[in-house]
């Protein structure tokens, strides 16, 4: 990667799960370490992923466990 690339590519990114902001996550020297901004993605807080992206998976897969539960939970009553 050149070093016109390095920086054009941003140090900060925003993560939304279906219009909710989940947190952001800031390159460091290792990749991308997660801040939460809501709640339910506190179980994410200062995780380090490789890219943006995986942190982003992470997060899908946090809301769509708890949508999950929360399913199965209504249907039990």
């Known amino acids: 990667m ?3 690339q390095h920086q054009a590519q941003s140090n900060a990114y925003i993560i939304e799960i279906h219009d909710r902001a989940a947190g952001i996550v800031t390159r460091d020297a ?3 370490r997660f801040f939460s901004s ?4 506190d179980s994410l807080e200062g995780r380090q992923f490789s890219s943006a992206r995986e ?9 769509s466990e708890r949508s999950r539960r929360a399913s199965s939970q209504l249907f039990a009553n």
Do not use: I, M
């Open 55 to 63: 942190a982003e998976r992470a997060a899908r897969a946090v809301f």
């Open 2 to 4: 050149s070093q016109a």
């Open 30 to 32: 290792r990749g991308f």
């Open 38 to 41: 809501e709640r339910l993605f």
